[in-house]
């Protein structure tokens, strides 16, 4: 009612005892609504029966599916437990829209919102079973926002691109919904994982160019338990920016920082957006897994999804891509259409031998219609129930004829030898193909991947899966992206070392990070997109490199207006303000002192630039191409402040 309260958050992290502890709840009605739920699912018993291979009379003789503890016995179990799993998504849906009811007939108006669980022990890769979780309440669904909980712990190159995979997931899943961070993290929950302002520095730059459009600090101050009350003694979290006695910590000043660039560049921050032409699709089910049981063969399985997705596609495939800086959107494959997917020249899909049919054949019409599908490591022959589905075959026309399974496997693809992939290789009979078609083979010489045309488009498929885990990777990876076409990169960097995203408005402006996730020093030239004109520019404009300091970004506006005849293109240093008066242009700057300083402006009257200073103290303004150069030094945690008069 135009107070402080902007927001409600209903409950809390509700599935995130079943995910840690791998174990439904099997007390209270749990038994009656899942029966309930399975009348609305199946017509009849019948129906039932035939895909559970079980002899039931009546829905109410349904017995609740074994716990985590017992291996699958066949595909009809292994059917009947993905039906667990789904129900429980309803289950969730209907108590948090019970409790969203409660609230708005108590008068309650404000939006509200739930938070996403996730990270554990400094990796994400297990947080797309949390999102998938509250598949009934996204999109139209729900009025429910449902904001990320971003703990990483700690930052480096090891989860450099796990916060980018976390939130592309949620905002595919949830729809047309601010991606914001319910729980970003500003403080350790443990007091051995020291949280160093430096890495939060490069997190919280990275989030916002990562597509991040809020964060509510977590825990922004420490807390003090109830006496005998507390899990971890009287206090609750550390090295958070405020202590419980409202003392600053050195975590404090950063949070100053960066509402200082949030608000002198919150509209561009908010309004920028990515522009790919490739797609990696996210298919649920394959993370529909926290009730999971083991499977040890007798769902009859060549890749089973909780097996291989972290290694094959999490800290695979998107984090290459990342490391490659390629720009890429993500999908997800359950509610895109192929219409929606044919402005990507390219569509990336994680296949197993499980998905359902309406999904296979977007797929099919995808490639039929002139897109180009890369689809790996299986081409599809059942659907989550365990019942025939093969459309991408049948649409192809082939199948497979058998596989390999070798000690240490190595496999030749896109005419590079040796490259480590995993088992079982799938292979194809030799004669389907021309030889020109054929892009990877075994070690004993079978095809294992190919390229074939389907209608107007065409189908690349692998019959295993790389990972990410040698540098032999990368050359692969890259020879498919280009084998596939399309515009890969807005932003480059001669060092993949050196992360690079730019983001893009609709009225010619940009944002551009450039980040270095490594404990050491790296030396990099950049280039970026002019976001009217497309020319492709320079970082550093006047050097040929430039040296990146250990755990540490920039993020930088692109053509932003200063005045009505000049425009900043680009700066490496943290623009904190910007107020022009007059004939003079006031920015208050700050940034590592290790990372050179450099502003690019342009502008109709590029010759009225008339002086230039730093804290008072002339700098020189270069002239090169038509644009003006400026050049200087950080000074270590200090502000300073830049007045150029024209």
Known sequence: NGGPVIMMQICNEIGLFSWLAHQADYGGDVKERFTAWLKTRYADINGLNKLWATRYTHFNDIELPPDVDEPYSSPADRARDFDWHFFWKKYYADYLLMLVKMARDR????????????????????FPVNITMYDELYGEKSDIIFGVDHIPEFVSHRNMHDDRIINDIASAMQGNKPLFAAEFQSGSREYHVVTSPREMELFYKASIANGLKGWNYYMFSQGRNPERKGYSGDTFYWFTPLTAEGERTPAFPLVQKMSKIIRTHESLFVRSERKAEVCVLFYPPYYTSELERPEQGGSKLQFVPAAIRKQAYFDGLLKVLQVLNIDYDMADLTKVSHQCLEKYKQVWAFSTDEMNAHEQQELVNYASTGGKLMIYPALPDRDLSQQPC????????????????????????MRLKDI???????????STFEKKDVIATTLNGKVCGFVKNLKEGEVIHLGTWLGFDTEGHKPVYQALLNRLGGNLRNATSSNDNIT????????GRAVLFAGNYFNEAQTAALSYKHPKTGETIAFPYLKEECTFPPLYAFISPVNIELTQDHNLLHCSSDLLSIESKGREIN?????????????LLEGKNKDRIMYASLDGLEIKVIQHNGRNVL???????QEMLLSIKV
């Open 107 to 126: 008068g309650v108006t404000v939006p509200f919102y739930h938070n996403l669980p996730g990270w554990i022990y400094g990796h994400g890769h297990e």
């Open 390 to 413: 093969t459309m991408l075959r049948d649409a192809l026309q082939l199948s497979a004829s058998g596989k390999e399974v070798i000690d240490s496997p190595l496999i030749d693809v």
């Open 420 to 430: 480590k992939c995993a088992n079982p290789q799938i292979t194809f009979d030799a």
């Open 500 to 507: 690079v995203r730019q983001r893009f408005t609709t009225d």
């Open 587 to 599: 920015m208050v700057l700050s940034g590592d002192r290790d990372m050179p300083g450099e502003m």
């Open 631 to 637: 050049i200087y030094d950080h000074k270590e945690n």
